[in-house]
């Protein structure tokens, strides 16, 4: 779920969808992280080096396991 949260708010961020704030909430509401927890990871997701498609590249990963599961 975490991972997951991560996904969705960097990309929604970076389309203009989500605030800052919203990007906080989300993992608090959706992912089980505590709101310090999540400050850091937005933090990071957003100060880091991480270009607007990192997060994308887990969900294309997770993807293509589901994928290799199903073969």
């Known amino acids: 779920m975490h991972r997951c949260a991560r996904i ?5 961020y970076h389309l203009g969808k989500m605030t800052p704030q919203e990007c906080i909430d989300y ?3 959706k992912g089980g992280l505590e709101q310090a927890n999540a400050q850091a990871e937005v ?3 957003f100060e880091g080096r991480y270009g607007p498609l990192y997060q ?3 969900l ?3 993807l293509q396991f589901y994928a290799l599961k199903r073969e």
């Open 56 to 58: 994308i590249a887990y």
């Open 8 to 12: 969705v708010f960097s990309l929604n």
């Open 43 to 45: 933090r990071r997701s």
């Open 60 to 62: 294309v990963g997770g």
């Open 27 to 29: 993992p608090v509401d």
